[in-house]
C-alpha cells in the first residue's frame, strides 16, 4: 500500500514545516523536549527561593544598608534616578523598537515573520501585565515607611487584603519590567541560535540585576518587588512557548 505524499504546509507563526500532505506535520527546529519541563523546573525553583526569601525577612534587612530615618541618600543620585531609572525606559524603548524594525524586515529565514511577532507579543503581555498588578498593590514604597522618615507602618506585601494605610501601587517592580519583559528575546532565539539565545539571557538578568538594584537604593522597592517581577515575566514566557511548542506536532501519520 502506498505511503503519504510529502508536501509543505506553511503555518502563520512557525512557517513552512514539512510531513505528508494531509495529516499532522512537524516544525523545522522544534525546542528539544526537555526544554518545557525545563522551563516550568525553573519556574517552581524561582517559585521557592522566592517564598524562602519572603519567610526570612530579608527584604528588610537588606533595605536598611540603603536608609535611615532621614530618607535614602541614593535616591536622587544621577547613577540611580537619571542614569538607571530614567535612562532605563529610554533603554527599553530602543530594545522594542529594534526588535519591531527586525520583524518588519525579517527575511525567508528563521525565526519567521509570525514568530517575531508573537514573542513580540509576549514582551508586551509582560510589560503591561506587572504595571497592571502594581496598579491594584495596596503596598507602599520603602520611602513612604516610617522606619526610613515617612509615614506608614510596614506591611508584608503578601498580606493580601491588609493595606498599610499609604499610597500603595508598589509591588511588584514596574521599573524591573523594562528588563525582564524581554525573556522573549531568549525564548524566540534558543531553538534557531541558542548562543545568541544565552546571551540574551545574560544581558536581560544583568541589566535587570542592575535596575532591582538602583530601586532598592533609591527607597523605591525591596528585592523581592524586583524578583517577584522576574519571575511574573518568565512565567509569561514559558506559558508562550508552551502554547507555540503545541503549534509543533511530533508525529507524522504513519503509512496505513
Keep these: 500500500m502506498n505511503g503519504p505524499v510529502s508536501g509543505r504546509v506553511s503555518d502563520p507563526l512557525i512557517g513552512p514545516v514539512i510531513g505528508p500532505a494531509s495529516g499532522p506535520v512537524i516544525g523545522p527546529a522544534s525546542d528539544p523536549p526537555i526544554a518545557r519541563p525545563r522551563d516550568a523546573w525553573w519556574l517552581l525553583a524561582g517559585l521557592a527561593v522566592l517564598l524562602a526569601w519572603e519567610a526570612s525577612g530579608g527584604d528588610r534587612w537588606l533595605i536598611q544598608f540603603y536608609g535611615s530615618p532621614s530618607g535614602f541618600a541614593w535616591r536622587d543620585a544621577w547613577l540611580t534616578s537619571r542614569l538607571l531609572h530614567d535612562g532605563g525606559r529610554w533603554l527599553a524603548w530602543g530594545v522594542m523598537a529594534a526588535l519591531v524594525w527586525q520583524t518588519l524586515r525579517a527575511g525567508p529565514g528563521e525565526p519567521t515573520r509570525g514568530e517575531r511577532l508573537y514573542w ?107 524578583l517577584w517581577t522576574a519571575w511574573c515575566c518568565w512565567a509569561i514566557c514559558s506559558a508562550a512557548a508552551w502554547v507555540l511548542d503545541s503549534r509543533r506536532p511530533g508525529r507524522v501519520a504513519m503509512a496505513s
Design 120 to 226: 513580540l507579543a509576549a514582551i508586551l503581555v509582560a510589560l503591561v501585565f506587572v504595571p497592571a498588578l502594581k496598579r491594584f498593590s495596596t503596598t507602599s514604597c520603602p520611602w513612604d515607611l516610617q522606619a526610613f522618615g515617612g509615614t506608614v507602618p510596614y506591611v508584608p506585601h503578601w498580606l493580601l487584603g491588609q493595606a498599610d494605610g499609604g499610597p500603595g501601587h508598589c509591588f511588584p517592580s514596574g521599573h524591573a519590567v523594562a528588563a525582564f519583559a524581554f525573556f522573549g528575546v531568549h525564548f524566540l532565539w534558543r531553538r534557531h541560535r541558542p548562543g545568541l539565545a544565552r546571551g540574551a539571557l545574560a544581558a536581560v538578568w544583568i541589566v535587570g540585576a542592575a535596575f532591582g538594584w538602583a530601586q532598592m537604593a533609591r527607597g523605591a522597592h525591596f528585592l523581592s518587588h524586583t
